[in-house]
């Protein structure tokens, strides 16, 4: 059997690969970038000023402030439950992905000039500051909270980043690769932490353990299925609310109609992923 120390570094450099893959492709290739740029104009096509106003909530919930204060009160969780290692687990993810994210940003920044987009992104936008930051507090959520209430953490979690992802896209902040990028640099510090942790356990018995416990990988997957389903069913709603519009919609923007469910599976997979990893 694998150990988890090994394992979870497998799927950060899995992650890191992905992460360069997804550079290459929106920077160094026509196709990729037509796609990001395709899919983008889906979102932003759904702008309207209601719109606007319920996404540029949403989206500054992942502002300075906010994510600081959300910090805080997970280090408090750890802190409170006794676990100090998952208190500078948290410490080093929140900080090691966003300042990550914003040294990427300004060694990697290139224009990406979308001609029938009124409004350019700016160059140093790869990867999404908001979407490291989202996908990080949902993942330093999950490992600090307790096994019970692990799954519907990750859920809500899951939920968070979407609506953060989503958000900054329909503003026009970022392309879609950005919000991906920003996972996935969460994801790759998140990976490499609880490496260092299961290492630690590995070597040193001693050290502080994670409880076994019968939480069963469905029940770990469960609510974030069901959040998957919720979704799901509010789209399928809103399409034979309006299906006539709805469906031409997607039709015309076959980009969009793929890679936002795409980005949405991933946030759910990446936090619940993370409360299966955990459940021992």
Known sequence: MIRRSRAALLAAGMCALVLVAVWFAVFHSATGRSLDARTLDGFTGLYRPSVERVATVVAHLADTLPFALAGLVMIAVALVRRRPHLAIATVTILLGANVT???????????????RFEHQIDAASWPSGHATAAMSLA???????????????AALGGAYAIAIGYSILVLNWHFPSDVLGGYLVAALWTLMTIAVLARARERWPGAPPARTTGLRVRDALAPSAGAAALCAAAAVGLALARSDGALEYARAHTAFALTAPALAALALALAAGLAVALRR
Do not use: M, Y
Request: glycine content about 4%; proline content about 7%.
């Open 101 to 115: 994210t914003q040294l990427l940003k300004a060694g990697l920044a290139a224009p990406r000039h979308v001609a």
């Open 139 to 153: 993942l330093c959520a999950v490992l600090v909270a307790s096994v019970r209430w692990r799954p519907l953490v």
